[in-house]
């Protein structure tokens, strides 16, 4: 391959990235030379910070380009399957942190009240372009257990079966279940589906011995749950 001043290793040495963050901290870099660091290498025409800075035009900020698939990544010259891999899972890690720090621990939480659940999940479910519904499978401390994704749907609804719901849960020492979906549209408020299918669930763990502390909701940086609004 042709070298080309478009290469970064080519710049003086203090001015590439790489060897600024090593010296300086991850702190002195732009977001595009933090993001030029992951994709690597640009193309023939363009460094790596240049594609990155494609990403955020086109995206506009980090929070947007965080809920971007590895196929729309894809969709930037210079972002092959490799480089929106390294991207995604990099993404992934961000809001794994984020839910740990929420809980105070690495380990499994114990879910006390609704906000420790919006906590957890609310990073790891904020960014979802379509609806998915999840079971926490909890012990007799309200320790997690297991987390099941049962259903995962379009931007509208999601199909949510109670032999779903519980195939698990009678698997392991369950104790009793929280079940969290999230609203992709930003709007937390409960569906008539949403309220007809928690008390099909409720009712369903009642006959099996497995109580359904809650179901929660949640949409963009907000939750509702039903047990805190006296919905189950």
């Known amino acids: 391959m042709v070298e080309t001043s478009y290469q970064i290793k080519k710049w003086p040495e203090k001015e590439r990235p790489r060897e600024r963050l090593l010296q300086h901290g991850a702190q002195s870099l732009t977001e595009a030379e933090l993001l030029g660091i992951l994709i690597g290498k640009g193309t023939r025409n363009k460094t790596a910070i240049d594609v990155a800075r494609q990403l955020l035009d086109r995206y506009e900020s980090l929070q947007e380009l965080f809920t971007r698939s590895p196929s729309e990544l894809m969709k930037i010259k210079g972002i092959g399957s490799a480089k929106a891999a390294i991207l995604s899972a990099a993404f992934e890690l961000v809001r794994r942190v984020q839910s740990q720090k929420s809980q105070g621990?690495?380990?499994?939480?114990?879910?006390?009240?609704?906000?420790?659940?919006?906590?957890?999940?609310?990073?790891?479910?904020?960014?979802?372009?379509?609806?998915?519904?999840?079971?926490?499978?909890?012990?007799?401390?309200?320790?997690?257990?297991?987390?099941?994704?049962?259903?995962?749907?379009?931007?509208?609804?999601?199909?949510?079966?109670?032999?779903?719901?519980?195939?698990?849960?009678?698997?392991?020492?369950?104790?009793?279940?929280?079940?969290?979906?999230?609203?992709?549209?930003?709007?937390?408020?409960?569906?008539?589906?949403?309220?007809?299918?928690?008390?099909?669930?409720?009712?369903?763990?009642?006959?099996?011995?497995?109580?359904?502390h809650d179901h929660i909701i949640l949409a963009g940086e907000s939750h509702r749950s039903f047990a805190d609004e006296g919905l189950m």
């Not at 499994?108 to 659940?117: H, N």
């Not at 709007?187 to 359904?212: H, Y």
């Open 105 to 212: 621990q690495a380990k499994k939480p114990t879910f006390k009240r609704s906000a420790d659940v919006a906590g957890c999940y609310i990073p790891l479910m904020r960014d979802l372009r379509k609806e998915v519904f999840k079971v926490l499978l909890l012990n007799r401390a309200n320790r997690l257990i297991k987390e099941v994704t049962v259903s995962e749907g379009t931007l509208d609804a999601s199909v949510v079966h109670p032999r779903e719901v519980f195939r698990e849960a009678l698997l392991e020492p369950t104790s009793s279940v929280i079940l969290i979906h999230n609203h992709p549209s930003g709007n937390a408020t409960p569906s008539e589906e949403d309220l007809r299918l928690t008390k099909q669930l409720v009712e369903a763990g009642r006959l099996l011995g497995i109580k359904v």
